[in-house]
Nanobody, 123 residues
Framework: QVQLVESGGGLVQAGGSLRLSCAAS????????MGWFRQAPGKEREFVTALNWSGGSTTYADSVKGRFTISRDNAKNTVYLQMNSLKPEDTAVYYC????????????????WGQGTQVTVSS
């Protein structure tokens, strides 16, 4: 089992910034990826960004490219999501996730999920 604990959500005005954190503990894999998805009310969970832990390669949804940055702290087994230039349409519950192997933008292919943290961007 893998446990993921997110923190850092909140309320921010449009144009502002927030940083989310996700600390992982428990079982480890030889090769794995960590990522972030989000889900707004009445919508499906959508891919935001992910990175491959061993090589550090990253990928982003077009809607957040240039505004969001995913990063990691190997020693703390923690992944971060720095969100800048936030827009009201970024409002959602953000979920941290981990999977064995390479990253993918398909939510159903990820194996473990955090409890989610609310991000609200006011206009």
């Amino acid at each position: 089992q893998v446990q993921l604990v997110e923190s850092g959500g909140g309320l921010v005005q449009a144009g502002g910034s927030l940083r989310l954190s996700c600390a992982a503990s428990g079982r480890t894999f030889g090769s794995y990826a960590m990522g972030w998805f989000r889900q707004a009310p009445g919508k499906e969970r959508e891919f935001v960004t992910a990175l491959n832990w061993s090589g550090g390669s990253t990928t982003y949804a077009d809607s957040v490219k240039g505004r969001f940055t995913i990063s990691r702290d190997n020693a703390k087994n923690t992944v971060y999501l720095q969100m800048n230039s936030l827009k009201p349409e970024d409002t959602a519950v953000y979920y941290c996730t981990v999977r064995r192997g390479y990253y993918t933008d398909c939510a159903g292919s990820w194996h473990y999920w955090g409890q989610g943290t609310q991000v609200t961007v006011s206009s």
